[in-house]
């Protein structure tokens, strides 16, 4: 029989052993998105980019065209990474241009989490190719959308049969916190929970504010 312990789980993520690899959150991909509302794409996006701005998680933005057709960033993820710029492509598939390929190489890191649109072509793209090279990679759903429910629900498929995790933007978020006695990140966490994190957050201000509560007694 095993014995249990109180350590995690190896396969949950820290600040520190992953990259995460943000993919055409850009409004001209967004206006074609249906699988997701794009006010809550955009709430979830944010809260991403805030949770691993705030924990220094090694971060990569692209982008696709750009200029020529597919238009700037969310304006929440310039904010997030204010002065860092987005390595701007051509090819669809972000894995099959170098200037992706050599900076997941110096960041050092084995462990992948993506995010983006759409998710039937620019994150199934990446992810399958960085899956057959090895990497473990994890996929934040709803922070990724595609132009039907369909396309979006079939690449989530096709990448969870080919070994990618998924989890969800709020999970990102307290998996990098995982214990409220982490006082560090405790108001990072919190307050990117009240802002981004719908009913939860809702939930954290009201807790505060009529009893003075806080999630591990902080």
Known sequence: MPTATPT?????????DHTLILIDHQSQMAFATHSIDIAALRNNVALVARAAAGFRVDTI????????FSGPLFPEI???FPGVAALDRTSMNAWEDAQVTDRVNAGGKSRLVMAGLWTGV??????ISALEQGFEVYVIADSSGDVSDEAHERAMQRMMQAGAVPMTSVQYLLELQRDWARAQTYDLTTGIAREYGGAYGIGIQYAKTL???SEGGH
Request: charged letters at 15%; glycine letters at 10%; a positive charge.
């Open 78 to 80: 310039s904010a997030a």
């Open 8 to 16: 995690p789980g190896k396969r949950l993520l820290t600040p520190t």
């Open 122 to 127: 620019c994150i199934v793209g990446p992810v």
């Open 61 to 68: 933005l692209t982008t696709v065209a750009e200029k020529s």
């Open 211 to 213: 009893f003075g509560a």
